[in-house]
């Protein structure tokens, strides 16, 4: 069974930054994608970001160019930053460990969740 713990969530102000971790169990972390989502309440659960085990890389649209994912297979971590954040980034932020399958992401692991909201 696989574990993710994500930390790094809080309240901070539109304009400002946030880094998310996830640390992961297992064995096999660097053959597998990572995501991170975002929800809502009353929405469903968004791809924020994934990278594949070869480090491709894909972003929803809302986020392009203020979110990078990376991940560090040395230390089982997967890692959001976050810059310019905005009041409609406020959601909990969930990792999940998953596999690419003709290009897209499926998750398989979730962790269990960090807050972030972005409010002045």
């Known amino acids: 069974q696989v574990q993710l713990v994500e930390s790094g969530g809080g309240l901070v102000q539109p304009g400002g930054s946030l880094r998310l971790s996830c640390a992961t169990s297992?064995?096999?972390?660097?053959?597998?994608?990572m995501g991170w989502y975002r929800q809502i309440p009353g929405k469903e659960r968004e791809l924020v970001a994934s990278?594949?085990?070869?480090?491709?890389?894909n972003y929803r649209d809302s986020v392009k160019g203020r979110v990078t994912i990376s991940r560090d297979n040395a230390k089982n971590t997967v890692y959001l930053q976050m810059n310019s954040l905005k009041p409609a980034d406020t959601a909990v932020y969930f990792c999940?460990?998953?596999?690419?399958?003709?290009?897209?992401?499926?998750?398989?692991?979730w962790g269990q969740g960090t807050q972030v909201t972005v409010s002045s």
């Open positions: 990278i594949s085990s070869g480090g491709s890389i």
């Open positions: 297992g064995r096999f972390f660097s053959l597998n994608g």
């Open positions: 999940s460990q998953g596999r690419y399958v003709n290009g897209n992401y499926y998750p398989g692991y």
